[in-house]
């Protein structure tokens, strides 16, 4: 009786184990990251406003401070989105006449809320209180990328908790004095304290900020 | 027996574990921003609202002038300029150009009237009293007097190390 298998199905089954073991462990590594990756995260996704309000032309342009909209930023755990009064402080006297602000009219002689759409967000498991933060010497950039250079606005960084604990295991590095919060590209410059003189200025660093209660509360 | 005990423990409590198995980042609270509930209560009796309550003001410190100045630079620069001359870069942008926040001899307006005006807006100018906290409209009042001091400086105002370095 002739051989039942040629002897190229040795090297077809082989092809085919090894092919299977590969197909499952890219599926694998690809399931754990997925959810890691920028696409997945919606980094750089512009997302669709009720009015297409430009930052670079706001912050960029005119160097309007962050406070001037997001003015709870300091006090509260929300920054907050400007109400439409904010928008009219300026726009009831300039532009009055822009189609691409009538939403904004819209809102104010109607006295309904604009639905701005939130562009960054932490899931809901997550604590986290802007006021602390920037009083504590981190600047918006830190999280929210130059926000100066986008036309649109978008998600900057990934908000992963990696990214979190990235600064909370060492904080010094990614705190500046108090005058540069806001500053949208700031850089160290040889004057600036180094990390251990702004964690002894802010006093950080007496506690444990990786404790799972720190954010998860 | 043993193992068709354990099967029957499985069957009940991997379900009621899976229970647990929902989205966590998306938990049913209060949106702030989106909720009925949210809203502003009805005054209370006895009260009077926010910016009516009484704000001593507070003692002139280093700090509160420093305050002040990022402040000033956050809130009034985009139309009143960094120097108060009311030339600010929304102005130059077709926005009617303020009064200049220094007098000629190089006063600054009067304290009260200026954190009144902050407050709750003068013609044209709209309110910041929901944008700026009662305390950091004092220590605006405050940088301005310091801001107009400055406009009128002279090289005695100046410590020695300034002089040095200004030499």
């Keep these: 009786m002739a051989a039942l298998f040629t002897p190229r199905a040795n090297v077809i089954m082989t092809a085919s184990v090894l092919a299977i073991a590969c197909a499952v462990t890219s599926g694998c590594l690809l399931w754990f990251a997925w959810p890691y990756t920028d696409y997945a995260r919606q980094v750089g996704w512009t997302i669709e406003q009720p009015v297409p309000f430009s930052h670079q032309h706001h912050v960029a342009g005119l160097g309007i401070d962050c406070r001037f909209c997001h003015s709870s930023v300091e006090r509260s755990a929300q920054a907050s989105m400007p109400p439409t009064f904010t928008c009219m402080t300026c726009h009831s006297q300039i532009w009055t006449d822009a189609a691409v602000l009538a939403g904004i009219r819209d809102s104010f002689l109607r006295n309904t809320p604009m639905t701005w759409q939130r562009v960054t967000d932490v899931p809901d498991y997550v604590y986290f209180n802007h006021g602390i933060h920037v009083t504590k010497g981190v600047g918006c950039e830190s999280c929210h990328g130059n926000v100066a250079t986008m036309a649109l606005t978008y998600k900057a960084k990934s908000l992963t908790m990696q990214f979190c604990l990235d600064c909370h295991r060492d904080p010094g590095s990614s705190l500046r004095p108090a005058e540069n919060i806001f500053d949208t590209d700031w850089h160290r410059v040889p004057s600036t304290p180094g990390p251990a003189a702004l964690l002894a200025r802010y006093h950080v660093g007496g506690r444990n900020l990786t404790e799972c209660s720190i954010c998860h509360r | ?167």
């Design chain 2, 1 to 167: 027996m043993n193992a068709v005990r354990s099967v029957c423990i499985m069957a009940i409590s991997l379900p009621l574990l899976a229970g647990g198995c929902d989205d966590m980042s998306k938990q049913d609270r209060e949106n702030p921003y989106a909720s009925r509930n949210s809203a502003p209560a009805d005054i209370a009796q006895g009260t009077v609202p926010y910016h009516d309550a009484p704000h001593p003001v507070p003692p002139l410190t280093a700090g509160l002038l420093q305050r002040g100045r990022s402040e000033y630079h956050a809130f009034c620069a985009p139309c009143h300029a960094e120097t108060g001359n009311g030339d600010g870069m929304v102005v130059q942008r077709g926005f009617p150009a303020p009064l200049p926040l220094v007098t000629p001899d190089g006063h600054a307006l009067p304290s009260r009237h200026v954190y009144d005006v902050i407050t709750v807006g003068q013609g044209i100018m709209y309110g910041f009293a929901q944008r700026i906290a009662p305390e950091d409209r004092w220590a605006i009042v405050a940088y301005l007097h310091a801001l107009a001091r400055s406009q009128h400086a002279t090289r005695a105002d100046m410590t020695p190390e300034q002089q040095a370095s200004a030499q």
